[in-house]
């Protein structure tokens, strides 16, 4: 069993020693996966930190990171393993010759040696397999990013390597793992998920971070910006958030946002610096064109506005 940590609190206080703030319902989540042995599946928007937490908690754990990045087309040749056709010939050819070097006699050119052409030797090793592999520093962690790019045709090849910890290669036989590797699988939605894979897993939403955590995250990411225009540009996102956008600013948003400020030796929002620094924000230029200009300015001035209010009821 996992027993990396031995409270909740050990990993929020975990991720937070790596810059990563946590919520209590993320912490106790990861906890629990990691307590049970079960993969943990993160689902949220893109750019809300799911990828992020795997780093940090390899980086925490001092455990190697594999990442199999999903795509459309993943199968298992580039998932799990593929056979070294190259060496293989190779061993063909060689095993020929040294026929003909010991026997007068023809060889038998039927006679390949398959038997040992399926052998580890020849197997190339992809990431589900090598997260299988024993590691010197421990089971690794394994991230599955972004399942939902993948054709669902790749969820049920997962099904047994998340309930067994093993992966079936019909000419080896089966691979099974000493000890589980971590497992980590995110999905931005695009599609829905089958259920077979996710009662594998502990399941998570992960939302955007409250106004609080998101200043906590400004303040250990982007802390040159220093309080005042960190809470600006917190008010400003969240704000944003709130309107219809096709794609909202996610949390690595909010940072490059802080920094590209910090950069520009900004100190104070203002509706020219919003309007020239949009991009950074957001990536669809109809949801530019729909804020850049008079909706900035308004947003900004309401959230300005606001931001004098609560310092007012305050004092």
């Not at 050990?10 to 629990?32: E, M, P």
């Not at 928007?45 to 937490?53: Q, R």
């Not at 010197?136 to 390597?161: M, N, Q, S, V």
């Not at 910006?225 to 960190?230: D, F, S, Y």
Request: include cysteine; charged fraction near 25%.
């Amino acid at each position: 069993m996992v027993r990396a940590f031995d409270t909740v609190e050990a990993v929020q206080q975990g991720l937070v020693s790596a810059g990563y703030i946590a919520n209590d319902g993320l912490a106790v989540s990861l906890f629990l996966a990691l307590a049970k042995q079960r993969a943990l599946f993160l689902e949220g928007e893109a750019g809300v930190g799911k990828t992020e937490i795997a780093k940090v908690l390899a980086s925490v754990l001092g455990r190697d990171l594999i990442r199999l990045q999903c795509y459309e087309g993943l199968d298992i040749n580039q998932a799990a393993y593929e056979w070294n056709y190259a060496r293989q010939l190779i061993e063909i050819q060689a095993q020929r010759c040294a026929d003909d070097a010991q026997s007068s006699n023809p060889p038998d050119t039927s006679d390949t040696g398959a038997d040992n052409l399926f052998r580890e030797t020849f197997l190339v090793e992809r990431p589900l397999l090598r997260a299988l592999r024993s590691h010197p520093a421990g089971a690794p962690i394994l991230l599955i990013d972004e399942i939902d790019r993948a054709d669902e045709a790749f969820e049920a090849y997962l099904l047994e390597l998340l309930s067994d910890w093993q992966i079936t290669i019909p000419e080896l036989g089966t691979i099974t793992a000493a000890t589980p590797p971590i497992v980590i699988i995110t999905s931005n939605r695009t599609r829905e998920i089958h259920d077979a894979l996710k009662r594998r897993c502990f399941y998570y939403w992960v939302d955007y971070p409250s106004r609080e955590v998101e200043l906590q995250i400004l303040a250990e990411k982007a802390p040159d910006a220093g309080p005042a225009l960190q809470a600006q540009v917190v008010e400003f996102v969240q704000a944003l958030r709130g309107q219809q956008l096709f794609k909202s600013p996610g949390v690595a948003e909010t940072i490059d946002w802080a920094q590209a400020l910090v950069e520009l030796n900004c100190v104070a929002l203002d509706p020219q610096t919003v309007d020239s620094t949009m991009g950074v924000l957001l990536k669809y230029q109809d949801d530019i064109s729909r804020i850049q200009g008079t909706e900035a300015a308004r947003i900004l001035s309401e959230v300005q506005g606001a931001m004098v209010q609560g310092e007012l009821s305050r004092a």
